[in-house]
């Protein structure tokens, strides 16, 4: 049998990268901001 660590209540265990979220979710009543197009130089 393998024994596994169990993670303390105060902490969470770390998420793999694949399951953490890129940034936040943004609010159902706002929308996201588009971001103006580049100027050209």
Known sequence: MEIHPVPSDDEEPPLPDEQQPRQPPL???????????????
């Open 27 to 41: 609010p159902a009543e706002e929308e996201p901001v588009e971001l103006p197009p580049p100027a050209e130089n």
